[in-house]
Nanobody
Framework: QVLLVESGGGSVQPGGSLTLSCVASRFCKSMAWFRQAPGREREGVACLVGESGTLYPNSLMGRFTISRGNATNEMVLQMINVKHEDTAMYYC??????????????????WGQGIQVTVSS
């Protein structure tokens, strides 16, 4: 079992920046961020495999960056030039022992509770 805890959410103005963090109870080979806005499906926004392998949807490349944090069991999502449509609940997901290059929700075994990000002027 892996526990995931997200932090760093909150309110930000359009065009601003925000950094989300996810800390796992142990090292996970693959970690990812998903988001879900009201009335919409949960969608993958970034995937991290190993130390530096990444995957993003084309629509978010250049604005979102996923990376390992200072600790090996931490993952960080840097969001820049945020837009109103980035408003959503953001979820950390992980697989502990599998290498997973995927933005599909059903590819991940472990999930955090989620953290709210609101983009508002």
């Amino acid at each position: 079992q892996v526990l995931l805890v997200e932090s760093g959410g909150g309110s930000v103005q359009p065009g601003g920046s925000l950094t989300l963090s996810c800390v796992a109870s142990r090292f996970c080979k693959s970690m990812a961020w998903f988001r879900q806005a009201p009335g919409r499906e949960r969608e993958g926004v970034a995937c991290l495999v190993g130390e530096s392998g990444t995957l993003y949807p084309n629509s978010l490349m250049g604005r979102f960056t996923i990376s390992r944090g200072n600790a090996t069991n931490e993952m960080v999502l840097q969001m820049i030039n945020v837009k109103h449509e980035d408003t959503a609940m953001y979820y950390c997901a992980a697989n502990s022992d599998r290498t997973t290059y995927s933005l599909r929700r059903d590819s991940y075994s472990y999930w955090g509770q989620g953290i709210q990000v609101t983009v508002s002027s």
